[in-house]
């Protein structure tokens, strides 16, 4: 039968014995999880026993991109890669745009399903006509880059897509990316370590046929239509013109900068060295992943200096704040600097900031002397932080030890994990959630992949208004002008509940439910999650695409129960590799530490409060109130019954094997 | 009428919406490989390049053509291949100093821009404006206002 949006196959690769199938994608599987990551959630539930190991063969290596991947719907472009995490010991999951999963689909399939480990490097080669594992001998060891070139050489085209790890993947460190061509990668989780681990260094697609819709004049009346809303948006422009570097001001301004290692909230030099102003230095090329109108990603070439000629694509506010505010770096070209060795590394940036800021921290306050590094180690200095990706990448000296991300690295050098600024051992990104209380803050310890900002956004958020957690840490301020909230996509009810208009505020627990389930929705059909779409589209206008694309006829209720479903599985995944309410905790450092200056100076996180909004957050969730376990009827609203009866809750134990140069 | 597709480089942000586009009208599927327009990434300059048949006055593809199957559309001036005389031989290919014609891997006759009868649907559907639908002459007098423009604001500079 064939099917529209979907190629209808998933491709399945077992490395140990060097089989290919093709297995055919059920309907009811792809109405039920959509694609992408929903669809690899249930893929990941399916194919790997109970506390499997991450770097061991048992773990699945997923790819999957949604029904609207590869067509011109704006924003339509992005695929998401699955496995347990290595990092975390739980579920884990990145997304990436730019061409991969378009070239993935046209190629032939949804999703790609690796498993098993070669017993010498491979790489993976999809064509339409021929799907082979070949000899990576010659590519281990490689950089990203170097690896890219090498394989458009082998292939004489440049117009090959390539999916491949670095030093990090191979050395199986464990918040390793996958890069998704030299400027993009599928980053957070680790899944790059599980690649390497599975002696997997490339994926290479060249994929020349087609993804075909159900009805073409309202696929094509929906795409120009969600264009205009997205084009619309209030935050259009900004993005557009700055990239996310938009962002650097406000959190500049409220003193919510994670500046060395979370000390501190603010930079005074913050706006002239590292605001989005700068960027303009670098060109005005906007760059677009496939179908986007916004181009958020800027062309960057340093014009002079000491990193002169040097080029890459997206100056993006993560890594301005990780490198510029974690690592206390002082100019943009330095961070350009040290985020081209993080690609070329294959390392996930903010991770890997947040294991250096720990190191840097240790040594400030002479926990540990330059002997046991090396060198000194300042903040700041660009020469020893490159050095650092280095070393971790490749373990050698203390990077064996921080390839272990920030907790085990901390423990491993000092008995305790003081400095680690992590939950459930995932390095936090970015913002400061003692001076800026939100349904983004709050969804770092609700997130299924640990402390990560990408699967929750409010979409009111209004970054001009700093939120200062009041009595009540249910409520975060936005500013919004009425007809904006009022046009927003949420069935009314729902609305009455979340936004109060008089007082200008979300409710943060309500909205957290919703964003996590509508961003699932997102990452499963494939759409982009930044402000211009986030804000312009919902479940109503997604019902329309899905049955302009694929020709189901679904309604808005529809839609949203899958975002819940697939939210619910990672729960249900998570709570079988063992997490449990007390892994959904901040850092000492956010409880106790007051921040030192700025508009937030003083300000902690009221532990007690978090704890009640936990409660009411299980409870929305219809998850038991008291340890978040999702409820016999929830889970029978949602079809996952099955898997809730079948769920072992007595602790398990979880393979934690290092895979350090010493141990092997 | 003479008309061709202007693209302005300096709008275009490389979302390929133009070659999606083109391959959904002519193909009904969404298949880049077979659109009449690439953006090509030209990593040099920073810039990417919408690229697609120059529409020439003087068509080399159809002065190579054994078959005399390459024609000018009388409406909008389109060099169009006629499916019922092209044998697939690549002479146009060859003769092309831009490599626009190509054969259809399942159609096996050349396929090249038809300006889509006159509302070529790339140009609809960019996002950034960064196509248009133009004659020669029109076309001249725009990009002299765009360079004067730029002139302008480097006299202002040097004022």
Not at chain 1, 460 to 469: M, T, W
Not at chain 1, 595 to 609: F, H, Q, T, Y
Request: charged share 25%.
């Amino acid at each position: 039968m064939v099917m529209f949006g979907y190629t209808g196959v998933i491709l399945a690769v077992d490395l140990t014995s060097g089989k290919i199938d093709k297995i055919r994608l059920r309907e009811e599987i792809a109405r039920k999880y959509l694609g992408g990551v929903g669809i690899n959630t249930r893929l990941l539930f399916d194919h790997t026993p109970a506390a499997v190991d991450p770097l061991g063969p048992e773990n699945v290596l997923l790819f999957g991109a949604g029904p609207l991947v590869g067509t011109f719907m704006p924003t339509a472009s992005k695929s998401d890669v699955a496995a347990k995490s290595p990092i975390t010991g739980l579920f884990g999951a990145t997304s990436s745009g730019y061409l991969f999963g378009s070239e993935m689909k046209y190629a032939g399939y949804d999703h790609i399903l690796i498993r098993g480990k070669a017993d010498k490097p491979v790489y993976l080669a999809i064509t339409d006509q021929a799907v082979e594992l070949r000899d990576a001998s010659r590519l281990w060891g490689k950089d990203v880059w170097d690896t890219i070139d090498l394989l458009m050489q082998e292939w004489k085209s440049e117009d090959i897509h390539v999916a491949a790890i670095g030093p990090s993947g191979e050395n199986q460190i464990r918040y390793s990316t996958i890069q998704n061509g030299k400027y993009d990668a599928w980053a957070r989780t680790g899944m790059g370590a599980v690649m390497g681990s599975k002696m997997l260094k490339a994926v290479v697609v060249r994929g020349k046929g087609g993804v075909r819709v159900a009805a073409g004049d309202d696929f094509k009346k929906l795409a120009r239509e969600m264009r205009k809303e997205i084009m619309d948006s209030p935050f259009f422009q900004a993005v557009s013109t700055h990239g996310s570097m938009a962002a650097t001001g406000p959190y500049g301004k409220f003193g919510a900068l994670p500046a060395k290692n979370f000390q501190t909230g603010v930079i005074d030099d913050w706006f002239e060295t590292r605001g989005y102003k700068v960027t303009a230095r670098y060109s005005d090329q906007m760059i677009a992943c496939p179908a986007c109108p916004v181009g958020c990603a800027h062309w960057a070439v340093v014009p002079e200096g000491p990193y002169a000629g040097l080029q890459m694509k997206g100056i993006e506010v993560t890594p301005t704040f990780e490198i510029g505010a974690k690592l206390f770096v002082h100019d943009l070209d330095a961070i350009i600097k040290c985020m081209s060795e993080f690609h070329r590394a294959g390392l996930d940036v903010v991770s890997g900031c947040g294991t250096i800021a720990m190191l840097m921290e240790l040594f400030q306050r002479k926990l540990i002397d330059e002997k046991q590094i090396g060198f000194p180690l300042e903040w700041g200095d660009v020469e020893k932080i490159c050095k650092l990706i280095r070393m971790i990448s490749r373990r050698e000296g203390i990077g064996d030890i921080l390839a272990e991300g920030a907790k085990r690295a901390n423990i491993a050098l000092t008995g305790n994990d003081d400095y680690a600024i992590t939950v459930k051992g995932l390095e936090i990104p970015t913002f400061d959630p003692r001076s800026r209380w939100s349904v983004w803050t709050f969804g770092f310890l609700t997130s299924t992949r640990g402390g990560d900002h990408l699967r929750t956004r409010n979409p009111v958020e209004n970054l001009r208004f700093p939120s200062v957690p009041g009595e009540n840490y249910r409520l975060e301020p936005f500013g919004f002008p009425e007809k904006f909230y009022q046009k927003m996509d949420m069935p009314e009810e729902l609305k009455k509940k979340i936004i109060d208009p008089e007082m200008k505020t979300t409710d943060i627990v309500l909205m957290e439910k919703w964003s996590e389930d509508l961003i699932s929705v997102f990452n499963s059909i494939g759409i982009c999650t930044r402000p211009p779409s986030l804000q312009s589209l919902g479940p109503t206008s997604i019902a329309r695409l899905l049955q302009a694309c694929v020709g189901w006829n679904m309604d808005a209720e529809e839609v949203m129960q899958a975002g819940e479903r697939i939210w619910n599985l990672q729960r249900l995944y998570n709570l079988r590799e063992g997490e449990r309410r007390k892994d959904s905790i901040f850092p000492k450092r956010f409880y106790k530490d007051p921040l030192p200056e700025g508009p937030a100076k003083g300000m902690v996180v009221d532990a007690e409060k978090v704890e009640r909004m936990l409660d009411d957050y299980y409870e929305a969730r219809g998850w038991n109130r008291k340890d978040g376990i999702p409820t016999a009827e929830k889970m029978a609203e949602l079809g996952l019954e099955k898997d809730l009866s079948d769920l072992d809750l007595t602790d398990v134990q979880q393979p934690d094997k290092v895979p350090s140069k010493s141990a092997q | 009428m003479q008309y061709f597709i202007l693209a302005d480089p300096e709008k275009c942000i490389g979302c390929r919406t133009c070659a999606l586009a083109c391959s959904f009208e002519h193909e009904e599927a969404f298949i880049p490989v077979l659109s009449r327009i690439t953006p090509l990434w030209m990593e040099e300059a920073g810039r990417f390049v919408p690229f697609t048949c120059q529409q020439c006055s003087e068509p080399l593809c159809a002065e190579a053509c054994p078959q005399r199957a390459i024609i000018v559309d009388a409406q909008t001036g389109a060099k169009i291949v006629d499916d019922a005389l092209c044998i697939g031989c690549h002479s146009c290919f060859y003769a092309c100093p831009f490599g626009i014609p190509a054969v259809h891997p399942s159609k096996h006759r050349m396929f090249k821009c038809n300006l889509c009868d006159g509302s070529p649907q790339c140009v609809e559907e960019c996002p950034r404006e960064a196509l248009s639908l133009c004659e020669s002459d029109e076309a001249a007098l725009k990009k002299r206002r765009e360079a004067v423009k730029k002139l302008m604001r480097l006299m202002e500079k040097i004022e």
